[in-house]
């Protein structure tokens, strides 16, 4: 609405709204966001004590940072607020990528719901590519993680049939024992998908990469 009308207001009120929503769900030893005033710890623990943090909804936190960034004017009085936000973020998602190039539901215990998710994933996988691109986060550091989550989602989440898999269904936490595989697919899932693959489009635009079109893979 700012850019469509010019009006300041909007970017105040976004910065209020935003340290409102900062003040009841950030934990600044993590540098996470709990998916509601009701998953903050100790008052909700994983199943092994720790700070449950939902990759989907910390995924859609990093992404909007990422959304907003890119149209906040660059001379706006709490722009470095917002930038320190998402890489404080990055760094946390950096540290707690799995081997395999995704993130569990559940981002600092992987053993509170094993396995890939692709929806965090890939929102994870735009954020950094994003920065990137961008120049908010070190290339060196940051691509090789950004590399392995397209990798994942390339690889392992997208089907031959052309599904994307390993998507959490509809819910709001990372929930022991449910079943997600590659035929669990949503569209926000697909969307996410879709939008880490623009922002690697353009990283590789910016980077001279080496791509094999046919199996989605970064060659060099």
């Known amino acids: 609405m700012?850019?469509?009308t010019n009006n300041p207001l909007y970017l105040d009120k976004l910065f209020e709204y935003f340290s409102y929503a900062s003040?009841?769900?950030?934990?600044?030893?993590?540098?996470?966001?709990?998916?509601?005033?009701?998953?903050?710890?100790?008052?909700?623990?994983?199943?092994n004590g720790k700070k449950d943090f939902w990759a989907r909804g910390d995924g859609w936190v990093f992404a909007g940072l990422a959304k907003i960034l890119n149209d906040l004017p660059k001379d706006y009085k709490y722009r470095g607020i917002f930038e320190k936000y998402y890489r404080d973020m990055a760094q946390t998602i950096f540290q707690s990528q799995q081997n395999d190039g995704y993130w569990t539901r559940s981002l600092l215990d992987p053993?509170?719901?094993?396995?890939?998710?692709?929806?965090?994933t890939a929102f994870f996988t735009y954020g950094l590519l994003w920065g990137i691109n961008n120049g908010y986060l070190n290339k060196k550091t940051y691509s090789p993680i950004a590399m392995?989550?397209?990798?994942?989602?390339?690889?392992?989440?997208?089907?031959?049939?052309?599904?994307?898999?390993?998507?959490?269904?509809?819910?709001?936490?990372?929930?022991?024992?449910?079943?997600?595989?590659?035929?669990?697919?949503?569209n926000f899932g697909v969307g996410a998908f879709l939008l880490a693959g623009s922002e690697l489009v353009r990283?590789?635009?910016?980077?001279?990469?080496?791509?094999?079109?046919?199996?989605?893979?970064?060659v060099k």
């Open 23 to 47: 003040s009841i769900m950030y934990d600044s030893e993590t540098k996470l966001f709990y998916r509601d005033a009701r998953y903050v710890y100790p008052k909700h623990k994983s199943v």
């Open 148 to 186: 392995k989550g397209w990798e994942y989602l390339s690889k392992v989440a997208l089907q031959p049939s052309g599904k994307i898999g390993y998507v959490q269904p509809i819910g709001e936490k990372a929930i022991p024992g449910q079943v997600v595989d590659a035929n669990s697919t949503s």
């Open 111 to 120: 053993q509170h719901a094993p396995g890939p998710e692709t929806s965090g």
């Open 2 to 4: 700012y850019k469509v």
């Open 203 to 218: 990283y590789i635009e910016k980077n001279e990469v080496i791509v094999d079109v046919n199996n989605l893979r970064i």
